[in-house]
């Protein structure tokens, strides 16, 4: 779940920023979003510190729903993330729904190794394999048959 508001954790900050955010009025918040992976650092009776690469952030008990653990992900869950080291799994057994976007999205989410383990037939068939796109609207039929007139949007 996106955490628009999260608060940042003012004693983590170095020395002028820690001033520049004791003078303010609302404590300091940053944006984190849905898939981000962050270490647990510090776990205190009140709150807890989870480190978003470099950037510290309170979380309360009632924010916990926010956060799940994130050592074991699904590909899905990753996009968007990137992380330090990737574990790949695709088992022959899954090969039904191993393509080659799904690969690509899992290696790319690596910061600095990603070890594979597969077979060699169920890699080099999601490899050849590649993901059925096509999505049924009927969005072209929209606007290839209305005039500019019917779909145009008005300046606000």
Same mark, same amino acid.
């Given at each position: ?33 849905? *898939? ?43 996009? *968007? ?36 383990? *597969? ?38």
């Amino acid at each position: 779940m996106n955490n628009y508001k999260a608060e940042l954790d003012v004693k983590s900050m170095d020395h002028w920023k820690c001033e520049f955010y004791s003078n303010q009025e609302d404590k300091p918040t940053t944006f984190i979003a849905n *898939g981000e992976t962050g270490i647990v650092k510090e776990i205190y009776q009140s709150y807890m510190i989870i480190d978003f690469d470099g950037i510290m952030v309170k979380y309360y008990p009632s924010d916990l729903n926010m956060i799940g653990l994130g050592y074991s992900i699904t590909i899905h869950k990753s996009q *968007g993330s990137s992380i330090k080291a990737v574990i790949l799994v695709s088992p022959q057994n899954h090969i039904f729904m191993l393509n080659s976007n799904l690969l690509y999205v899992g290696l790319t989410r690596m910061k600095e190794v990603c070890y594979h383990l *597969g077979t060699l037939q169920s890699v080099n068939q999601a490899v050849g394999k590649k993901a059925n796109l096509t999505r049924n609207t009927w969005m072209q039929h929209l606007l290839t048959t209305m005039s500019e007139d019917e779909y145009h949007v008005p300046e606000l």
